[in-house]
């Protein structure tokens, strides 16, 4: 995705107004001010994604943590004959929580189920977001820990359930 540049006063690039609004238009963003979503948006990498387009693979090593804003996203897992999908991720979902924070490979594949747009943001991004403005990095954080937290639990749900 190829965002069209347009200048402030400054002669600054203001791209990030733009994704602004493309965010706050989501469920992810419902916990943040206009301020917070614009702070945000400067430390984020839009990437467009065409149907069948591999995201990332498992086991793959990619710190970063991307929040789908068009689109959706097959979360599959190869059991060594055929790949199998566990869920589907839409808009306002996120993925590479674990990875952002961790460092860890990914544990499964995504591929782009539809035409997908993905804001991500690395670990090196999340980093200077949490030193240039230490409390909406903690608001940020404390949303991925939530959402770790939430997918625990429905998998803990799950594997009761096949007990």
């Known amino acids: 995705?190829?965002?069209?540049?347009?200048?402030?006063?400054?002669?600054?690039?203001?791209?990030?107004?733009?994704?602004?609004?493309?965010?706050?238009?989501?469920?992810?963003?419902?916990?943040?001010?206009?301020?917070?979503?614009?702070?945000?948006?400067?430390?984020?990498k839009p990437v467009k994604a065409k149907t069948g387009a591999v995201i990332f693979h498992e086991g793959e090593v990619d710190k970063s943590l991307g929040i789908i804003v068009k689109g959706a996203i097959d979360i599959t897992?190869?059991?060594?004959?055929?790949?199998?999908?566990?869920?589907?991720?839409?808009?306002?979902?996120?993925?590479?929580?674990?990875?952002?924070?961790?460092g860890e490979p990914r544990s499964a594949t995504g591929i782009a189920a539809q035409e997908t747009i993905i804001f991500y943001i690395t670990a090196y991004n999340m980093a200077a977001l949490c030193d240039e403005n230490p409390k909406l990095g903690?608001?940020?954080?404390?949303?991925i820990s939530k959402t770790i937290s939430q997918r625990l639990r429905s998998t803990t749900g799950r594997l009761i359930d096949l007990m």
């Open 1 to 44: 995705m190829t965002p069209v540049e347009k200048r402030n006063i400054e002669g600054k690039v203001i791209t990030q107004n733009r994704y602004a609004e493309i965010l706050e238009k989501t469920r992810w963003a419902t916990e943040f001010t206009w301020q917070e979503i614009c702070q945000i948006c400067e430390y984020v």
């Open 77 to 102: 897992k190869d059991d060594g004959a055929d790949r199998k999908k566990i869920t589907t991720l839409t808009s306002s979902q996120t993925f590479g929580e674990m990875a952002l924070i961790d």
């Open 138 to 143: 903690i608001k940020f954080l404390w949303k």
